[in-house]
């Protein structure tokens, strides 16, 4: 007996010693691969754009700041936020004020621009979360507007830790099991050096619907007709081609839904949903939006 319990304990013991060198070869893994992308320093061109300082220019930056949801990321008083699992991961969102911690202190203009249509901070490192293969697409004109907005911003001081995985991290991002939208900026999936994108006029067309409504591909996906997205929790993203519960509705149903939250049946729109955001679009805005979105083929619930 004494004999086969020695011999459960080497087993065991065995056991312990291979999960910790393979534990170990892992976090090196892990730590090679997240210095590769959070140690690049990328250099990509950027466009020197003239930002205005007039108020018309600065509230209309407001007006895109606000439809394109940047204080659903970045707070409402643009202080930014962090938030941490211990041992896994530690994801900060800027302070975009002037304020302690904050890179409104520091940005030039180029550096603004970087960081929006490029995914590229100030000291050359990807922006991990910033959904810059979208803002990518935004017109000379929205842009310098929104720059000139967020240089205007007053200052408010917090200092935010930097974005870091932990050892169990590093080692599930050896294993591939991390989200690629927590570990891989988008600095890595944009055309950096392809033809600027040619901004549709501002109109209730189609087109300029299609521009404004990019937005929404983050969370409903790139046919619109929804897919399951991880924040807190799981949640299924609506359909929102014809093929879903939109068939039925009106054009006022649309503006009024993203107006008060409350699709037509009565039902609230999940927390998830900045319609709070989207709802200040003017009604120009939601009715080309609303005709892109008739325009898209009908297609069954993603996934």
């Known amino acids: 007996m004494k004999r086969i319990l020695k011999l459960i304990g080497k087993i065991i013991g065995g056991l312990v010693g291979l999960t910790v060198l393979a534990f170990a070869v892992l976090y090196i893994i892990g730590t090679v691969k997240w210095n590769h992308i959070r140690g690049n320093?990328?250099?990509v061109p950027v466009e020197r754009i003239s930002i205005p300082t007039d108020q018309a220019s600065i509230a209309r930056g407001e007006h895109i700041a606000t439809i394109r949801m940047c204080k659903d990321c970045h707070t409402e008083n643009w202080s930014g936020q962090s938030d941490s699992v211990p041992g896994l991961i530690?994801?900060?969102?800027?302070?975009l004020t002037s304020g302690a911690g904050g890179v409104g202190a520091t940005n030039t203009d180029e550096d603004w621009v970087r960081a929006i249509r490029h995914g590229v901070g100030h000291d050359g490192r990807g922006l991990v979360l910033m959904p810059a293969r979208v803002w990518y697409y935004l017109s000379d004109d929205d842009l310098t507007d929104l720059i000139a907005y967020l240089k205007s911003l007053p200052p408010v001081d917090n200092e935010l830790p930097m974005t870091d995985l932990g050892p169990l991290g590093r080692v599930m991002m050896a294993l591939g099991q991390l989200p690629s939208e927590a570990t891989v900026p988008d600095v890595t999936v944009i055309d950096h050096d392809g033809p600027r994108p040619v901004a549709p006029q501002p109109g209730v067309t189609v087109e300029y619907g299609e521009y404004l409504a990019s937005t929404c591909a983050l969370c409903h996906g790139s046919n619109f007709n929804g897919q399951t997205i991880r924040i807190d929790a799981e949640y299924l993203a609506p359909n929102l081609t014809m093929g879903g519960e939109?068939?039925?509705?009106?054009?006022?149903d649309f503006i009024t839904t993203l107006r008060?939250?409350?699709?037509?049946n009565g039902n609230k729109l999940k927390d998830v949903m900045p319609w709070e955001y989207f709802g200040q679009m003017t009604d120009d805005e939601l009715r080309a939006v609303w005709m892109y979105l008739q325009s898209?083929?009908?297609?069954?619930?993603?996934k």
Do not use: D, F, K
């Open 90 to 95: 530690t994801l900060s969102i800027p302070n």
């Open 246 to 252: 939109m068939h039925a509705w009106s054009e006022r």
């Open 296 to 302: 898209l083929p009908s297609l069954p619930q993603g």
């Open 41 to 43: 320093a990328y250099e």
């Open 260 to 264: 008060t939250g409350v699709t037509p």
